[in-house]
C-alpha cells in the first residue's frame, strides 16, 4: 500500500503548482514595485515640491528657498532612490540568466545614456535661457527619458502597468512644460510624485 507522500500527484494539482510557479517567476521578473517605484516617488515628492515653492505659481517664491537648494533636495533624493531601484534591480537578477539578463543589461545601459544626453543638451541649452527656462528644460528632458523609457520597458516585457505608467509620465510632463516652470514643479511632485507611490503600493497589493 503507497503512503501518502508516495502518491501520485493529480493533473489538477500538478497545474495548480505550474500556474503558481509561473504567477511566482513573473513576479521575480518585474522586481518589488515598493523598491522600483515608491522611493523615485518620494524623491520627486521632496524635490520638485521644493522647485515649487521656489517658483510659486504667479512668479513670486512661496519660500525663501533658492534654485541651487532646491536642486541639492532634489539630486539628494534621486542618489538615495536610485540606489535602493538599484538593490531591488539586483536583488530581481539574482539567479536569472539569458535573454532576461540581456535585455535588462542593455535597458540599463539605454538608461544611462539617455540621461547622459539630457544632461549634454541641457547644459548646452540652458546657459542660453533664464533660470526659471533652465530649470524647465532640466526637469522636462529628464521626464521625458522616463518616460519613453518606461513604454519601451513595457513593450519589452510586455507589462501593461510600466506601459501606462511611462504614458502617465509623457502626459505630466507635457502639460507642465506648456504651463511653465511652477505647474511643472508642482505636476510633477504631486501627480508623479504621488503618482509613484500609490502605483508601488498598488502593484505590490495586486502582485501578492
Request: hydrophobic share 55%; glycine share 14%.
Amino acid at each position: 500500500m503507497m503512503s501518502e507522500d508516495e502518491q501520485v500527484t493529480s493533473p489538477e494539482e500538478m497545474l495548480r503548482l505550474i500556474e503558481e510557479q509561473r504567477e511566482a517567476t513573473t513576479r521575480r521578473l518585474r522586481g518589488d514595485p515598493l523598491l522600483l517605484y515608491v522611493p523615485w516617488g518620494v524623491a520627486w515628492l521632496l524635490g520638485f515640491t521644493a522647485f515649487f515653492l521656489h517658483y510659486g505659481l504667479d512668479g513670486h517664491p512661496y519660500a525663501p528657498i533658492s534654485q541651487m537648494q532646491a536642486l541639492a533636495v532634489l539630486m539628494g533624493a534621486q542618489i538615495v532612490a536610485g540606489a535602493v531601484a538599484a538593490f531591488g534591480i539586483v536583488r530581481m537578477s539574482m539567479g536569472i540568466r539569458g535573454d532576461h539578463t540581456a535585455r535588462g543589461t542593455m535597458f540599463g545601459y539605454a538608461w544611462f545614456a539617455g540621461m547622459l544626453l539630457v544632461v549634454v543638451i541641457a547644459t548646452r541649452v540652458s546657459a542660453l535661457l533664464p533660470p526659471e527656462e533652465s530649470g524647465l528644460v532640466w526637469g522636462g528632458a529628464s521626464l521625458m527619458i522616463v518616460a519613453v523609457l518606461h513604454m519601451a520597458g513595457g513593450a519589452i516585457w510586455l507589462n501593461w502597468p510600466m506601459f501606462f505608467i511611462g504614458a502617465w509620465v509623457a502626459g505630466v510632463d507635457a502639460v507642465g512644460v506648456l504651463l511653465g516652470a511652477g505647474w511643472h514643479a508642482l505636476l510633477t511632485a504631486v501627480l508623479l510624485g504621488g503618482g509613484f507611490i500609490v502605483a508601488g503600493l498598488w502593484l505590490r497589493r495586486d502582485g501578492r
